[in-house]
């Protein structure tokens, strides 16, 4: 499937995550700077992570 | 004479559900005519929600002066605590007074037509409304709005008047009785029946369920069981009633069949609300109904197009900010968007003591949908804000799906809960998940601190317990 | 004789800071030991939160018998109220006892050691705990936690003693003064100064700032500004102390460098607290700091691996709920996984009278980030649950950008708002936007309501204003 494009934020703009997704995040090791967010005012939701996570794994790692 | 107007929408009924509509239509610049027979804001304002909590708030500050006459525990002593209820009455009254004003002014900025008087329906298009001074007006509208409520249940046996009171009486007593038996355990009575005890009066409360606020779970009723028992209000359960003499009082009779008699100088007979359907010309429209009420899909339409209905009309739950929403919901629609009226919950609150909120699923009722869920309580004995509240009662329980942790339902019984039922609502309708609670940053100390812990145990990471 | 112990964690502190982390690291299995040289619980359970909002509730119970007995609205009187001020302080001893103990349960159910005595730092991985027995004990550790909290600012001309008190002596009053000075105007003094106001002392507040509570903003403050007017409480703003003598009291001098004495028997310093940082060795780290606290970075890691730091040590907020949410994070890193303290929103309360909450940015602090953002209030006043409180004074404020109506702070000030600080976090840890918020159904009738009518004003859709 087509990747979502990145994320679109301003410098030193937070990502919008609830705490269940940041806290998945860090669980699964993703940055969620680079997790585009399908929700309202680009809000990550959990399918957003469950997306990357299993497509985008190696570009996250590789990509730092 | 008879004057003839024509609107885009004629709302019948000037309660929290008709004037929200009328308000909301206002805004959006929709031609929009009122009609209330009695009194702006309905059950509501006059003789519901805002009246009896005026009387509630005042019977707990009652209650805690003759505690303290008794000698309390925090060192405060008074003396010859006394209320003068007729006092009370006429503050509760400013409350009311104030409030249906300023619901007069809201409908008046928004551009709202009020018609003082009782509607009589023609047809799905057509009303007429007897005014106070004697004229009548004809509306012809677009939509016709039902929001026409509902009124007290009276038993057969014993219909309201002289010492027979419904809740309205009981909001502006003539006097506080030595002896009141409440008739119904549900939340009407049971508020209302603690109220009359905090007062001072001698209550009994007679109720056909084995329970009280049968309608709830026996987990989070138990702590208001136990301050009922506390506070020396007398219990007769699966019990009816037969009727009622000056002489002995109440007739009742318990699953055994014994009858005995209640000595009492007033009844409150609270056992229940019925949508008001009748008297005012509804069944020459023919709608469908569903039971007693009204029937209504999502958007609030009846079966006769052009008719919508909204709040107590239609059936449970009847509360006022069900009402209100479903309100905002026919006037958006009636201005031309797209609306339903499908909120994931409804909070129901009771201000009994201690309060009980019920928002979304409780264990059972989740059970019952086949999900399989977990729950967990945080009990208040174990808050910090609770102890310096004096108010270790209670608890918070959540309730979740196993899978994902989303969260169905939260409930609550103790001191003040009621004010929880925003952050309950809110993450139910956010779609919260057990983490994000848990990991939310609570007040300290607060009694909100409870809610982060009940999500905290049901993930088996509670700290506090 | 000192006896050696080796364990992974070592956290030198049990205030909610301290014992929230070591309850944790014992709940994941982290062999953990806990020194604490005074009580545990800290300062927030002995000598801050807790007796703090203890001894506010007892003032307002005190003030409403007064109110009472000089004819309150609605009908109750009472006669000759009066206030047993070492029974109110035994009975917030006992809470404090409680919880405590229940603190010390926690940790032991968790499986952590606690050793009650002061701990002696000598490097990143040895400290040494000095039993109140007479004992040590010397403990190395892998991880060292440092959440030895803070203590109250000392004003050089004024040192705590005899008449001049900290927040510590006004928890526990050996006398109620016939007239109280209160140095500082920050919500520990205004909390303090109002409850003893209650207690029926003559309370005047000298402040520096030419505002009370200056950290929060004119709008929020305003309230509880008119309350302290109403009360009774006399306030010389902009002004300074210069000393104290028993004869004449404190010396203060006005910007236009006036020095006049302000009689009192007591007077309570509540200039502020400084971590606490001298006096265990802590320099012998040579830690990275910033200013008088502890630098700490967005995993509570201090400048030298293995070490730590959390809570009031690390500055601003201090705040207890912030100390705990800390403490969970550093026990499940060291749990091995991967956490950050970043929370979107820390609420502040101040228990004043009324009460204030902050949680996310203030319209000014948004718009001083460069972000275009609408804000919004809803009174109380406007507000049905307030009235029935004879509480109408206040609002809830919302804060949400522009574009896309995401909500970036909540404020609130008024009777009990402390219980909506719930919704405030989730919201805004939720991500929630102005319209979430709004069309939730918020239960009628409840303050609560005032927090959905804010957002729907902040949309152009408010309903009852
Ligand atoms: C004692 C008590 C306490 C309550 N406490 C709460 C509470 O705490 N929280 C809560 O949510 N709910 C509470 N309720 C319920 C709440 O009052 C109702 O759910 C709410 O008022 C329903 O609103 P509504 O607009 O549907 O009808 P109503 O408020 O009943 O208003 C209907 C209006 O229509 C008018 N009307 C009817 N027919 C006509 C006609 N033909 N022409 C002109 N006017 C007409 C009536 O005069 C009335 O004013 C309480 C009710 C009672 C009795
Ligand atoms: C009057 C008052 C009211 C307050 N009200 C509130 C409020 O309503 N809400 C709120 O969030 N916050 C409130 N606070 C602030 C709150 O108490 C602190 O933010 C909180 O206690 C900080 O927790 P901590 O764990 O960092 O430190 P502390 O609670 O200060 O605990 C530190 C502990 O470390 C121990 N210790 C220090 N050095 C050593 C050593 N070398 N060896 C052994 N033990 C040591 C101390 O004895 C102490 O018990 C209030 C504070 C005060 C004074």
Not at chain 2, 94 to 106: Q, Y
């Amino acid at each position: 499937a087509p990747r979502a494009p990145a994320a679109v934020r301003k410098e030193g703009e937070r990502p919008l995550a609830s705490p269940a997704v940041r806290r998945r995040a860090l669980d699964l090791g993703v940055d969620l700077r680079r997790v585009h967010g399908s929700g309202p005012a680009g809000r990550i939701e959990h399918h957003d992570l469950d997306a990357w996570a299993a497509g985008g794994g190696q570009a996250q790692a590789g990509g730092g | 004479m008879t004057k003839e107007i024509t609107t885009k929408l004629l709302v019948i009924g000037g309660g929290p559900g008709g004037y929200v509509a009328a308000i909301r239509a206002g805004q959006l610049g929709i031609p929009t005519v009122l009609a209330e027979g009695a009194s702006l804001g309905g059950t509501c304002l006059n003789i519901g929600c805002i009246p009896s909590k005026a009387i509630i708030h005042a019977a707990e500050e009652f209650e805690r002066a003759r505690h303290q006459a008794a000698g309390s525990a925090l060192g405060i002593r008074v003396s010859d605590p006394q209320i003068d209820i007729a006092q009370t009455v006429r503050w509760k009254d400013g409350i009311v007074a104030r409030l249906t004003g300023g619901v007069g002014t809201l409908l008046r900025k928004a551009g709202v037509q009020v018609l003082k008087g009782w509607a009589q329906i023609e047809d799905g298009k057509t009303a007429t409304v007897q005014l106070q001074g004697g004229e009548s007006v004809r509306v012809r509208c677009e939509h016709l709005l039902l929001a026409t409520g509902s009124e007290p249940v009276e038993l057969p046996s014993m219909p309201f008047g002289g010492p027979i009171w419904s809740s309205t009486d009981a909001l502006s007593p003539d006097v506080l009785p030595k002896r009141l038996v409440v008739v119904g355990a549900g939340y009407i009575g049971l508020e209302l029946g603690i109220a009359y005890r905090k007062l001072g009066v001698e209550v009994t409360v007679v109720e056909a369920a084995q329970r009280v606020l049968p309608s709830y779970d026996e987990e989070l009723t138990e702590p208001v069981l136990q301050a009922l028992q506390k506070q020396g209000v007398v219990l007769h359960l699966g019990c009816s009633v037969a009727g009622w003499d000056a002489r002995h009082g109440v007739h009742v009779r318990n699953a055994r069949a014994d009858e005995f008699a209640l000595p009492a100088e007033r009844v409150l007979v609270a056992v229940g609300r019925r949508p008001r359907t009748a008297g005012f010309g509804l069944e020459s429209l023919q709608l469908d109904m569903a039971g007693r009420h009204v029937a209504i899909d999502a958007h609030c339409r009846t079966s006769m197009r052009g008719v919508w209905a909204i709040g107590d009309v239609t059936g449970e739950p009847m509360l006022a900010h069900r009402a209100m929403a479903q309100g905002e919901c026919v006037a958006e629609q009636i201005a031309g968007r797209n609306r339903r009226f499908e909120p994931m919950a409804i909070p129901a609150v009771c201000f009994t003591d201690p309060e009980v909120v019920v928002v979304g699923r409780t264990p059972g009722e989740a059970r019952a949908a086949g999900l399989d869920c977990i729950d967990a309580a945080f009990p208040f004995a174990a808050n910090g804000r609770a102890m310096t509240l004096e108010s270790t009662g209670g608890f918070v329980r959540v309730v979740a799906r196993r899978d994902n942790h989303l969260i169905l339902g939260w409930q609550a019984v103790g001191h003040g809960v009621a004010e929880l039922a925003a952050a309950f609502g809110q993450s139910i309708e956010m779609g919260a998940r057990l983490e994000d609670v848990g990991h939310t940053i609570h007040a300290h100390p607060t009694m909100g601190e409870a809610v982060q812990e009940a999500a905290l145990r049901a993930l088996g990471q509670a700290l506090h317990i």
